[in-house]
């Protein structure tokens, strides 16, 4: 039997392609309505140099954004931002964002670059993130980049879905981020692999849309290719708080063919903590309670957002950071920070002993702004406990939501943030 | 293709942190990133592969980044290809548009050990080990892959279309 329904990826890369029967499983040649890459545009560009080219094919499509190593960590990255300073403007490019402006899935959305219903590729492996607004986001390399670059297009297998109904309320301490490390233990770390996640249910349908950015955002931890919220009420109105009305939406028809169901209830669900070097690693914040910790990190394109900031503060007021722990938070853009700064985080976190960085990626990736020294501890809000992922390979790594990690930094080891919600 | 070279062996979920760690990424020089490659999971790896060398994993061999320079740094340290249970998929693909061939092997990594002398035949679909004692089956190479591989990758791939539509 042939099903009539389509899934939201088989539409969107249908339409991108013109093949509009496609299905998942064909390999289509498809056309990106927005292509995105960071400091690694540098790469892109090394690349695209050897097609002797004048420019990508539709600069208006192309976006850029410094924000891996911002403000500049060393004199080699100031050298590789001045050169794509250089290029962004040679070349045109439809919107360059300038070291401390934010990270590129966070500002993606956040100016409505990303839309429903488009296809979005970025060199960055958690561009699933943008599929929070209903857009097929996937992450592509720096050479494939190129090519997109110079013919417009590149080849890619319509993904089957797989759909995650989450049922259910959060319990007072647990937020989206407890559901996605949750998630990444039932499912594994390649239980998604070259499949499409959509996440649907009545906890879908509650959460803002910062909530489905981190469900989105974890999802290439499951080995996801691309992760998805169909666009609803919930995306209306926050296209709508912008002032726009007018939305092309793309979604799964109920009737679509689906490879694998996964349901699960929050309910019960106490906030979640993965212990270090794998994600899957996930388990109840008691079973980590007490473990001491040198750093507490809030930001990331998973929970550096404004309803990251304000949770934290919420534990933080009237507190104190404890003696011998940091805490260093990386808001996910400007907009992030100066919102924070209206609602007053910024002074609980810097009254309460935390330091602010620059709008960006900051220590996640172990650049800079907090790296990690041999034997250290952190907890932070990120997507990766990978050894070496902050630094040195014999630090440790957990991770939690942003409630979690400021507990832990008030009690200088692991803490379960219910305590401090009383 | 085929090639003869020494069995580095890995296990599963290798990820891009452990392949090529991020605090080296600001240096874009591939012989600086080969000097790391595999730093994370075999710090001996750098130093003593050699050019054909092969690298047989488990499952989700390259999961985490986007990172490109974790395929660079492979390629650039010698390696002639990567055989693995299951690849993740921006590591894949990344592979194929830098011309290093990937190729899944459902059983490779439990037959081999670390060391073991091969003999990699992509054409013909079989790693073997040079006394001829331990065989493994590869799956065939998607034929679009294919193509841009036997081009040498996807910049040589590019300008072949882009002169085409030239002409
Ligand atoms: S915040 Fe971390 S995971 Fe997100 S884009 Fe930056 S380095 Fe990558």
């Given at each position: 039997m042939t099903v009539d329904g389509r899934t939201a990826s088989e539409k969107i890369l249908s339409r991108a392609s013109g093949m509009l029967k496609a299905r998942a499983g064909d390999i289509v040649e498809a056309g990106p309505d927005l292509v995105m890459s960071h400091e690694n545009t540098y790469l892109v560009n090394r690349s695209f140099s050897e097609f002797g080219l004048p420019r990508p094919w539709d600069p208006d499509k192309v976006v850029v954004v410094l924000d891996h190593r911002t403000p500049a960590n060393n004199a080699q990255t100031a050298a590789v931002?001045?050169?794509?300073?250089?290029?962004?403007?040679?070349?045109?490019?439809?919107?360059?964002?300038?070291?401390?402006?934010?990270?590129?899935?966070?500002?993606?959305?956040?100016?409505?670059?990303?839309?429903?219903?488009?296809?979005?590729?970025?060199?960055?492996?958690?561009?699933?993130?943008?599929?929070?607004?209903?857009?097929?986001?996937?992450?592509?390399?720096?050479?494939?980049?190129?090519?997109?670059?110079?013919?417009?297009?590149?080849?890619?297998?319509?993904?089957?879905?797989?759909l995650v109904n989450l049922s259910g309320h959060l319990m007072k301490g647990t937020c989206a981020k407890d559901v996605a490390l949750s998630l990444a233990k039932i499912i594994g770390p390649s239980g998604a692999d070259y499949r499409c996640m959509e996440f649907v249910g009545t906890l879908v349908a509650d959460l803002p849309m910062a909530s489905r950015m981190v469900l989105c955002n974890m999802a290439v931890e499951m080995g996801a290719k691309a992760a998805m919220v169909s666009p609803d009420i919930v995306t209306k109105e926050w296209f709508r708080g912008y002032g726009e009305d007018a939305l092309t939406v793309v979604a799964s028809d109920e009737d679509a063919e689906f490879e694998r169901r996964v349901e699960s209830d929050v309910s019960r669900m106490p906030p979640i903590v993965s212990g270090p070097h794998k994600v899957e690693e996930a388990k109840s914040v008691d079973k980590f309670e007490g473990v001491r910790i040198d750093q507490a990190f809030i930001g990331t394109c998973t929970n550096g957002r404004l309803e990251d900031l304000l949770a934290a503060a919420r534990i933080l007021k009237g507190r104190k950071v404890a003696q011998g722990c940091r805490l260093i938070v990386a808001p996910a853009s400007r907009r992030v920070l100066t919102d924070a700064i209206d609602?007053?985080?910024?002074?609980?976190?810097?009254?309460?002993?935390g330091v602010v960085l620059t709008p960006g990626c900051g220590p996640c990736m172990g650049a800079h702004g907090g790296v990690l020294g041999p034997g250290e501890v952190c907890i932070s809000t990120s997507n990766r406990n990978f050894p070496g992922r902050m630094g040195s390979e014999e630090a440790e790594i957990y991770l939690a939501s942003p409630m979690t990690v400021a507990a832990s930094a008030v009690a200088g080891k692991i803490a379960d943030p219910r305590r401090m919600l009383e | 293709m085929s090639v003869r070279g020494r069995i580095w062996l890995f296990g599963h979920d290798i990820n891009t942190d452990l392949i090529m760690p991020g605090r080296y990424l600001d240096n874009y020089d591939p012989a600086h990133l080969a000097q790391h490659a595999m730093e994370g999971a075999n710090k001996k790896f750098a130093s003593g592969v050699?050019?054909?060398?092969?690298?047989?994993?488990?499952?989700?061999?390259?999961?985490?980044?986007?990172?490109?320079?974790?395929?660079?740094?492979?390629?650039?340290?010698?390696?002639?290809?990567?055989?693995?249970?299951?690849?993740?998929?921006?590591?894949?693909?990344?592979?194929?548009?830098?011309?290093?061939?990937?190729?899944?092997?459902?059983?490779?990594?439990?037959?081999?050990?670390?060391?073991?002398?091969?003999?990699?035949?992509?054409?013909?679909?079989?790693?073997?080990?040079?006394?001829?004692?331990?065989?493994?089956?590869?799956?065939?190479?998607?034929?679009?892959?294919?193509?841009?591989?036997?081009?040498?990758?996807?910049?040589?791939?590019?300008?072949a279309k882009l002169a085409a539509k030239e002409a």
């Open positions: 931002h001045a050169s794509i300073r250089k290029l962004v403007t040679k070349y045109g490019v439809g919107r360059f964002f300038d070291s401390g402006e934010g990270i590129c899935h966070q500002l993606l959305v956040e100016e409505r670059l990303a839309r429903p219903g488009q296809l979005i590729l970025g060199t960055d492996s958690h561009t699933t993130t943008e599929g929070a607004v209903g857009a097929f986001a996937t992450g592509i390399g720096a050479t494939e980049m190129a090519g997109v670059w110079a013919t417009g297009s590149l080849w890619l297998k319509i993904p089957k879905t797989v609602h007053g985080a910024v002074q609980t976190i810097t009254q309460a002993g | 050699r050019k054909g060398d092969i690298v047989v994993s488990g499952k989700n061999f390259g999961c985490g980044s986007s990172r490109e320079q974790a395929v660079t740094a492979l390629k650039h340290s010698g390696v002639s290809a990567v055989i693995a249970e299951s690849f993740a998929r921006i590591f894949y693909r990344n592979a194929i548009n830098l011309g290093l061939p990937v190729v899944v092997s459902p059983t490779a990594h439990a037959v081999f050990g670390d060391g073991d002398i091969a003999m990699l035949d992509v054409d013909a679909l079989v790693l073997g080990s040079s006394d001829g004692a331990k065989s493994a089956p590869l799956e065939p190479i998607p034929s679009h892959v294919k193509t841009i591989l036997g081009m040498g990758g996807l910049v040589p791939y590019v300008k």
